[in-house]
Nanobody, 115 residues
Framework: VQLQASGGGLVQAGGSLRLSCAAPRSITSVFSPLTLGWYRQAPGKQRELVATITSARTTDYADSVKGRFTISRDNSQKKVFLQMKSLEPEDTAVYYC???????WGQGTLVTVSS
């Protein structure tokens, strides 16, 4: 199962972006119970977990993004979102959405933050 992320782009430091992720039809019937996460992989670094949201909408964040990023979900649309504010050059990475624990990786979306 591959979730497809979108919404990345080039933004100046201090700016904002909103990423979206859509579930494939194969899991739409079981989307609501899933714990979902946003991950990112910066150049030359390992992929890391950025944020998670459970079926009860309990959220958790990596220390590096706490207070700046917000994860949310819309079960009716079978989508998960990542609102990113006060972006920093260190946030530059390819962002992916997946289940948590992750399954097969889908296409990510590139976020580039310029200083």
């Amino acid at each position: 199962v591959q979730l497809q992320a979108s919404g990345g782009g080039l933004v100046q430091a201090g700016g904002s972006l909103r990423l979206s992720c859509a579930a494939p039809r194969s899991i739409t019937s079981v989307f609501s119970p899933l714990t979902l996460g946003w991950y990112r992989q910066a150049p030359g670094k390992q992929r890391e977990l950025v944020a998670t949201i459970t079926s009860a909408r309990t959220t958790d964040y990596a220390d590096s993004v706490k207070g700046r990023f917000t994860i949310s979900r819309d079960n009716s649309q079978k989508k998960v979102f990542l609102q990113m504010k006060s972006l920093e050059p260190e946030d530059t990475a390819v962002y992916y959405c997946n289940m948590n624990p992750p399954g097969q990786w889908g296409q990510g979306t590139l976020v580039t933050v310029s200083s």
